[in-house]
């Protein structure tokens, strides 16, 4: 055993040790400078080539002032919300310092500090790090600070530290940010409001932050804010620091906040380069916003110049020859989203997110939410019936010559061979755009004509959740996707023009699939920050899979509602979309080199909800193979001048022809002979093919894929009696108006 001396000795050994160390520790720490904090820097974007884009920051946002010249409904605010007892306390709360190195011990992350004094201490060390060294560091420096500095001095430095998001630093800067005033003439309402978002602006900006987190939306916001305002408010008179009537009249109205202003450098496309980027950044490394926005990183992006130019440019194009709000009230409103994406790679080369900062559009529309799709997502539910088959199949993938029931107004069923029903128990009728009579025609025909029915039969068949899965494989996210109800199969979901564009790649790439990026390194004090590598490329689906998908799309440029996209002059696939009331329309098309999406549609600025189309542009309603394929060629024109055309690889045939249940039985072709002089052949076609076919003779690779009229795949012929031209308009592309329980689907 030890002796009491021994033991005695090492006890004082170890306590004067740490006496010691927490004595040099005490010593070597300076007290932070609000000055030295202040002098934020900028943030530097660069083009794929190297070339500088933009440098943007909070230097020119941020400026200090004096306690005399902060509210004193400001002051008592934060007091009130977040540390009561900041005139009595000394400063540091031990035990939330022992809690923050207890998480940290156990490798969870640390803890923000409990008081004002520490959190001042804080915002004048923001790092990467979240070590305990950092922990003991700021704690050495709270307790000098809570005895060298008075009370009022570390309250002036944290409210002119302090982050109150929108790139604004200190209360004179977040004043004039939110409510164009100097910091002084703030209100005790608008005090609180800016108190609030010292709980985190991404969360309680009315303007919301979706491009941070989609849970924060506007009205989420608005919801929080308003919430944490009159709390702020009612602890404020609890402590009695604002009086009775000051208190009533304060709460009366919630002080909204002036709109979002464009910043020096961010108008045109760089604004939303610039969002794009920065939502990367902050989803792929432990970089806080709050550190991102005070400055000193070089963000290098994947985004080409001159196609960035080329996009925005087709827009304006078509926009100026189509859409004029000065002569037609219904053009106004109308917005446009782009995005241009490299297969087998995944770089965003290119975006159009709108008319720019400078005009007051402040979303990001190729990476927006809440536009539905449309007929665009018909290549997932066919790809999902080529790779797993539908329930009579066993698993076996069917063919695109598998012939469904074309017409208008038709019974969908389940599975189990029962009606789908409404919620009144009435039969669900899945309508077409037209009621042309198109018979049982193959899937080839229906993608080619862009016709509802049978893709939402063939959905059901396959299963909807196995279109999700595919979907989902070729790059969807899953908070875009709608409810797997039968309208599913034709464009309910609403994923961002970067996703559409993404996933149609994979499509081009024969089935590989890489997650979309628009950064490829981050430095900052000329030190790489971690995490930017480029997405992994995976097989997303069988590569026939993917081809037979291609070569389906492709004759939809040729001779179906795409057409127009053929003054390409290449070889190029892609697919047309218009929504339920003519919400929004779309075109998703690709070369091997580039796929890019075009969306189109009107939104109320008061409530970003959708308006219909109807009317825009001087014409009836808006089709995906109208506008957005226009301005999809022309891009496509500019962006892929000089390279070369390397076509598409071959499609295997897929053998398992499976027609939808009630197909007639096939007849024979009939055979004609000739007779012995070539002159006496007969000159007409036979009558099994309308005389008045809807689009133009199909041109295929092989054989085996020219079948819509009673070919090789022996379906039936069907023999229209009314006539419609090879646009989209003719096809059932549109609409799901039964009014039942899948009234909002979309085609």
């Known amino acids: 055993m030890p002796s009491w001396k021994l033991v005695s000795g090492l006890c004082l050994f170890f306590l004067g040790s740490i006496v010691a160390a927490v004595g040099v520790g005490y010593a070597m720490v300076g007290i932070p400078s609000e000055n030295t904090a202040a002098k934020s820097q900028n943030n530097v974007y660069y083009w794929s080539d190297g070339t500088q884009m933009v440098a943007t920051g909070t230097g020119a946002n941020r400026q200090n002032v004096t306690i005399d010249q902060i509210p004193k409904a400001m002051q008592w605010s934060v007091i009130s919300a977040e540390n009561k007892s900041f005139y009595t306390d000394s400063g540091v709360d031990p035990m939330g310092i022992a809690r923050a190195l207890a998480n940290m011990a156990r490798g969870g992350e640390t803890q923000g500090g409990s008081t004002i004094t520490q959190q001042f201490v804080k915002n004048t060390y923001l790092s990467q790090e979240q070590t305990v060294t950092r922990k003991f560091k700021e704690m050495f420096i709270s307790i000098k600070v809570g005895t060298q500095l008075s009370k009022q001095q570390v309250l002036q430095g944290y409210l002119n530290t302090s982050y109150y998001g929108r790139g604004a630093y200190g209360i004179q800067a977040a004043a004039q940010t939110y409510y164009g005033v100097d910091a002084v003439k703030l209100t005790p309402s608008q005090c609180a409001f800016l108190a609030a978002l010292l709980k985190g602006p991404t969360y309680y900006d009315p303007i919301g932050a979706t491009n941070i987190d989609p849970a924060a939306d506007a009205k989420s916001n608005t919801a929080r804010s308003k919430a944490r305002w009159s709390w702020i408010l009612e602890q404020m008179h609890n402590d009695k620091?604002?009086?009775?009537?000051?208190?009533?009249?304060?709460?009366?109205?919630?002080?909204?906040?002036?709109?979002?202003?464009?910043?020096?450098?961010?108008?045109?496309?760089?604004?939303?380069?610039?969002?794009?980027?920065?939502?990367?950044?902050?989803?792929?490394?432990?970089?806080?916003?709050?550190?991102?926005?005070?400055?000193?990183?070089?963000?290098?992006?994947?985004?080409?110049?001159?196609?960035?130019?080329?996009?925005?440019?087709?827009?304006?194009?078509?926009?100026?020859?189509?859409?004029?709000?000065?002569?037609?009230d219904l053009d106004k409103y109308v917005q446009f989203g782009a995005a241009s994406v490299v297969p087998k790679d995944g770089a965003i080369v290119a975006l159009y997110g709108g008319d720019g900062y400078e005009n007051g559009h402040f979303t990001n529309n190729a990476d927006t939410s809440g536009v539905p799709v449309g007929s665009t997502w018909k290549p997932f539910v066919l790809a999902a019936a080529m790779q797993y088959g539908t329930y009579?199949?066993?698993?076996?993938?069917?063919?695109?010559?598998?012939?469904?029931?074309?017409?208008?107004?038709?019974?969908?069923?389940?599975?189990?061979?029962?009606?789908?029903?409404?919620?009144?128990?009435?039969?669900?009728?899945?309508?077409?755009?037209?009621?042309?009579?198109?018979?049982?025609i193959s899937l080839r025909k229906a993608m080619e004509q862009s016709i509802n029915t049978p893709f939402v039969q063939l959905g059901m068949?396959?299963?909807?959740?196995?279109?999700?899965?595919?979907?989902?494989?070729?790059?969807?996210?899953?908070?875009?996707?709608?409810?797997?109800?039968?309208?599913?199969?034709?464009?309910?979901?609403?994923?961002?023009?970067?996703?559409?564009a993404d996933a149609y790649?994979?499509?081009?790439?024969?089935?590989?699939?890489?997650?979309?990026?628009?950064?490829?390194?981050?430095?900052?004090?000329?030190?790489?920050?971690?995490?930017?590598?480029?997405?992994?490329?995976?097989?997303?689906?069988?590569?026939?899979?993917?081809?037979?998908?291609?070569?389906?799309?492709?004759?939809?440029?040729?001779?179906?509602t795409a057409e127009s996209a053929k003054a390409l002059g290449r070889d190029a696939a892609g697919k047309t979309g218009t929504t339920d009331s003519n919400k929004s329309a779309w075109f998703v098309g690709y070369t091997q080199q580039l796929s890019t999406s075009i969306a189109m549609f009107r939104e109320n600025p008061k409530d970003a909800e959708l308006l219909s189309m109807n009317g825009t542009a001087g014409v009836a309603s808006i089709h995906g193979g109208d506008i957005p394929t226009a301005?999809?060629?022309?891009?496509?024109?500019?962006?892929?001048?000089?390279?070369?055309?390397?076509?598409?690889?071959?499609a295997t045939k897929i053998d398992k022809v499976s027609n939808e249940d009630g197909a007639p039985t096939p007849t024979p072709t009939p055979v004609v002979t000739p007779s012995k002089t070539p002159s006496e052949t007969p000159s007409e076609t036979p009558s099994e093919t309308?005389?008045?076919?809807?689009?133009?003779?199909?041109?295929?690779?092989?054989?085996?894929?020219?079948?819509?009229?009673?070919?090789?795949?022996?379906?039936a012929t069907s023999t229209p009696t009314d006539t419609a031209t090879a646009t989209e308009t003719s096809g059932s592309d549109r609409g799901n108006q039964n009014g039942g329980i899948f009234g909002g689907s979309t085609g």
Not at 313 to 326: L, S, T, W
Not at 480 to 500: C, E, H, K, Q, V
Not at 690 to 715: I, K, L, Y
Request: glycine share 8%; with cysteine.
């Open 392 to 440: 009579k199949t066993d698993g076996v993938g069917i063919s695109p010559l598998s012939k469904y029931n074309g017409d208008d107004h038709l019974k969908v069923r389940n599975q189990d061979g029962s009606y789908v029903l409404n919620k009144d128990n009435s039969i669900f009728y899945q309508n077409n755009e037209s009621n042309y009579p198109w018979g049982y």
């Open 690 to 715: 309308p005389s008045s076919t809807p689009s133009a003779t199909e041109t295929c690779r092989f054989s085996w894929q020219c079948n819509d009229n009673g070919g090789t795949d022996g379906g």
């Open 241 to 328: 620091r604002i009086t009775d009537a000051e208190y009533q009249t304060a709460i009366k109205k919630y002080p909204e906040p002036q709109g979002l202003k464009a910043t020096k450098g961010m108008t045109g496309q760089i604004s939303y380069l610039v969002d794009t980027a920065k939502k990367y950044v902050l989803s792929h490394s432990d970089i806080s916003q709050t550190e991102f926005d005070q400055g000193g990183y070089q963000i290098y992006t994947t985004f080409q110049k001159d196609k960035v130019n080329e996009l925005s440019a087709a827009v304006k194009k078509v926009q100026k020859e189509r859409i004029d709000p000065k002569k037609r």
């Open 461 to 500: 068949d396959v299963g909807n959740s196995k279109v999700r899965d595919v979907a989902k494989a070729s790059g969807i996210l899953d908070d875009s996707f709608a409810t797997l109800n039968p309208s599913f199969a034709i464009g309910t979901s609403t994923p961002s023009a970067i996703r559409m």
């Open 505 to 560: 790649a994979t499509f081009a790439a024969s089935g590989k699939q890489a997650d979309p990026y628009s950064v490829t390194a981050v430095k900052h004090d000329g030190q790489a920050v971690s995490g930017f590598t480029k997405p992994t490329v995976k097989q997303a689906m069988p590569e026939n899979v993917a081809n037979n998908v291609t070569n389906t799309l492709e004759n939809v440029i040729q001779n179906g």
């Open 631 to 650: 301005v999809w060629t022309a891009y496509m024109e500019s962006a892929l001048k000089g390279k070369s055309d390397p076509g598409f690889p071959d």
